[in-house]
């Protein structure tokens, strides 16, 4: 009865939240299911690999396998039902959905329903919070619980309620857990009530937030407690093993603000990149103004994170897709400014114009839009597409140069192999393949593991075929394994060789080069065997040492290969 009370009094607001959680979805659930587990996804898989979950829950290994809760969580899926792609990356989608929800939930307290469900709409449709719901990494559990500590934190400070401020400790205490940067949005609404506190003592003015010191010290130390129990036994260990190889050891550069900015606003058009920021300022003016403890709260997150980024100093400091997912609470938090302007600027052209509420809301609609079709899902979700959660498409947002593969701004400076590739370099098969008018997939055989040395992505932008990837399960080697570290010059075949009972795998995008009837009953039409990639990369793949055994293999049972060039070698199934 409480539901449908609430739906006739809200019945907009119910509108444009179904409309977000539908739209955010479909848009996180599209081509899913056919992408290939890639570059930092391997991580966990392979720190959970013959640990017990006694040293899971007091373990981490920075910087790869850093989320203790997801690492647990990848080694019970390996006792029980087996791996698969959906489900080490199931956490991540069920966290990017409710975010699309929750979070205008909670926000439409403080800025209201319409501007909530403008944020609902933004949450749905941006580029980086649908990659991080993707894959099977920390960011997207991190991004709402981080931002769902922040709302239930002002709501603490706004009313002091005991049910706001367990559910405040609560998220705020889960979000360190599967990050521990996420401290730096947990501790805003803590740092923005005592100083307000104070504010209000020295000047006499008895405003909101209402809080006592005693509720500020007791819900500090209750989280404090609840956090330091979750993290402080993984976070002891690796002081004296991993933490210090990537705290302190990176080196930023200003290039990659611009950048932050493009991931942040979700599109690559430098003027809707200028419009977003214009309407996020404008919002945060407007928050201030309206209310100067929430808006003040909301906006101390920039800065904050700017001095956690400049006093922690992480490895690869100068990429801003890294920078920006240790900042990924701020994703939110922008979208909320941005809607607050856009709502604004709406609000004030009426009160001019004399425009009509429904023409309001579709230019607020047409808005959400421009960014939607700005950003870079339209380049990125072209059917066939293996290799969406690849860094092409999600490092940067400007329309893709095809003329070359993907090049990495996590390169360290003084790196002199060239690891991109030209289109004038790869295969004639693949262009081969492109005009023939079949469907079937094709076998990609091997792929390492770090995008900026896969071009398996590249590869397929030519020849549009589905792609699987194939992997051997008894390749050992000296190089690309580390304790709790891979390398992005390191074979998948080294990770899931490690794996003591296969039968647990089930990756649908990934195939044992040994089992021929499985590809037959996937449908393969060609198994394409890389002898060595373009441009310099053989300088960083060590040599396969089961190459040769495949290619003799696939001889005897295939005959001779459909193709071969000094690149590859293609058997026809």
């Known amino acids: 009865m409480k539901l449908v009370w609430w739906w006739k009094q809200n019945r907009a607001f119910a509108g444009a939240l179904a409309l977000a959680c539908v739209s955010g979805l479909w848009l996180r659930g599209y081509l899913l299911a056919d992408q290939v587990f890639t570059d930092d996804e391997w991580h966990g898989f392979y720190y959970a690999l013959g640990k017990s979950p006694a040293w899971l829950l007091t373990h981490f ?34 966290c ?45 559990a991190v991004a709402l619980l981080a931002f769902a500590a922040l709302l239930l934190g002002a709501r603490w400070m706004q009313t002091g309620g005991g049910r706001s401020a367990a559910l405040y400790i609560v998220t705020g205490a889960l979000a360190i857990y599967f990050h521990l940067f996420a401290v730096v949005t947990v501790a805003a609404p803590l740092l923005t009530a005592l100083v307000f506190y104070f504010y209000q003592r020295r000047s006499g003015k008895n405003a909101n937030p209402r809080l006592s010191l005693r509720s500020w010290w007791l819900v500090s130390l209750v989280m404090a407690g609840i956090t330091a129990a979750l993290v402080l036994p993984a976070l002891l260990h690796s002081l004296h093993s991993t933490f210090f190889t990537i705290a302190l050891k990176g080196t930023f550069s200003w ?28 919002g945060a003016i407007a928050q201030c103004r309206r209310n100067p403890w929430f808006g003040g709260m909301l906006v101390s997150l920039f800065p904050l994170h700017a001095l956690a980024l400049v006093l922690s ?33 709406l609000e004030a052209l009426a009160s001019r114009a004399n425009v009509q509420p429904r023409l309001q809301r579709l230019i607020a609609i047409a808005s959400v839009m421009a960014l939607a079709l700005g950003g870079p899902l339209p380049q990125c979700y072209l059917s066939p597409n293996n290799f969406t959660n690849h860094g092409a498409y999600q490092h940067r947002y400007e329309n893709i140069d095809w003329q070359r593969s993907f090049y990495s701004d996590l390169t360290p400076a003084g790196f002199t192999l060239r690891t991109t590739i030209r289109a004038d370099e790869i295969s004639p098969f693949y262009g081969l393949l492109a005009n023939e008018a079949g469907t079937r997939p094709v076998v990609e055989y091997p792929m390492l593991i770090g995008d900026h040395f896969n071009p398996l992505y590249y590869y397929q932008h030519f020849h549009r075929r589905p792609v699987i990837v194939g992997y051997a399960s008894d390749v050992s080697m000296p190089k690309g394994l580390a304790a709790g570290n891979i390398f992005g010059d390191t074979y998948i075949d080294q990770i899931l060789s490690l794996v ?40 960083l793949a060590q040599p396969l040492p089961d190459l040769e055994r495949l290619w003799q293999k696939y001889h005897q049972a295939l005959g001779r290969p459909f193709y071969e060039d000094d690149h590859l070698a293609v058997f026809r199934l």
């Open 255 to 282: 290039q990659s603000l611009p950048r932050m900015a493009e991931l942040i606003s979700g599109t690559g058009q430098p003027v809707l990149v200028g419009l977003f920021w214009i309407a996020l300022i404008t």
């Open 500 to 539: 003591p009972d296969p039968a647990r795998l089930h990756f649908r995008n990934l195939i044992s080069m040994d089992d021929l009837a499985a590809m037959r009953v996937r449908g393969v039409e060609y198994v394409i065997l890389h002898k060595r990639f373009e441009a310099d990369l053989p300088a």
């Open 61 to 94: 290994s920075i910087p790869g396998a850093t989320c203790i809760p997801l690492n647990f969580y990848t080694w019970l899926l390996g006792a029980t039902v087996g791996w698969s792609e959906f489900l080490l990356r199931l956490p991540s989608l069920i």
């Open 313 to 345: 100093r992480p490895d690869s400091a100068q990429s801003a897709i890294v920078l920006t997912r240790y900042c990924l609470p701020l994703v939110p938090v922008s979208l909320l400014l941005a809607a607050c302007g856009i709502q604004s600027a």
């Open 96 to 140: 990017g959905g409710l975010c699309v929800v929750v979070g205008p939930l909670l926000a439409q307290k403080f800025i209201g329903r319409r501007r909530a469900s403008l944020l609902g709409l933004l949450l749905a449709i941006s580029p980086l919070l649908i990659f991080y719901s993707r894959i099977c990494r920390p960011y997207s």
